[in-house]
């Protein structure tokens, strides 16, 4: 989303949803009225990327470069900080809605190809809420002649509706947690089992800040508890990973938990794990949610 940006509501089951035409990003979800993810500002930019659709790959490539069937390739670098392409390359780009209803709404891109990714895709997300909470679809189409390296995501803030992380208790079901070096790239992965990461069980996030990949996922919700309520996120087998961050606040006054799904971790492009190749007119497709406990 960005300033300008057109919007697209919809609502369901005591559920509203707003999605930004830039970006196909998730702007804002509410339940009878309270916020259930962080709600971007509509004349501002999303905080700290919140509520992206991370494609053509999740979280970053290192150095922007990589190979693919024996040709080396040079990203733009996003994060120039940390010298990565981050996030992918949808998250400035205007997306056309292709269906809409009252309670959801499809946004479609077709990505061109250009430096650094020459391969064309079409892409789109699927946005819909019911008593059931939000569901988000994202479906990938390979449009061109050559196959194509491949990665989903999204980057949605659970919002702690007032409450700081000391008191919040969080779940993650992951048996394992990625070791990064100065630049969050991975560099190994270990056990969580004796480790301050280790949310396996539902417990209170206490003084623990994170900036954490998962792997070995052991199910499919992640969990964050307040005095108030439950939110659970959801996924389906085509993400296999998460990232979990508890940034010092999002918005003034506002604490969040973003868990972000993934379908392969940081810097798949080139360490090839879990990264799909992509046929020509080979179709990826991905599910993930959010609900009240």
Known sequence: MSPG????????????????????????LWHDGLPVTVDNPPDALPPKSSGAVLLPWPNRIAGGQYRFDGVDYQLALTEPARGNATH???????????????????????????????FPLHLEVTYAVDADGLRVRLEAVNTGSAPAPFGAGCHPYLDLGGHDYDTAELLVPAAAMLDT??????????????????????????SVRLDQGYAE???????????????????????????????????PGRNAVAIEPMSCPANAFNTGEALVRLEPGERWSGSWGIRLA
Do not use: C
Request: net charge positive; charged share 20%.
């Open 5 to 28: 940006s057109r919007r697209y509501q919809i609502t369901g089951g005591g559920y509203r949803a707003e999605l930004a035409e830039v970006g196909a990003n998730l702007a804002g």
């Open 88 to 118: 992918g390359l949808v998250r400035w780009v205007r997306w056309t809605p292709v269906r809409q209803d009252a309670s959801s709404v499809t946004l479609a891109h077709d990505l061109v190809p250009q430096t650094g990714y020459p």
């Open 181 to 206: 070096d100065a630049r969050q790239i991975p560099t190994g992965r270990r056990p969580v089992e004796g480790s301050p990461y280790d949310f396996r069980q539902l417990r209170p996030i206490g």
């Open 217 to 251: 996922l052991t199910g499919s919700v992640a969990v964050l508890r307040t005095e108030q309520r439950t939110v659970e996120l959801y996924w389906d087998a085509a993400y296999r990973y998460l990232q979990v961050f508890t940034p010092p606040s999002v918005l």
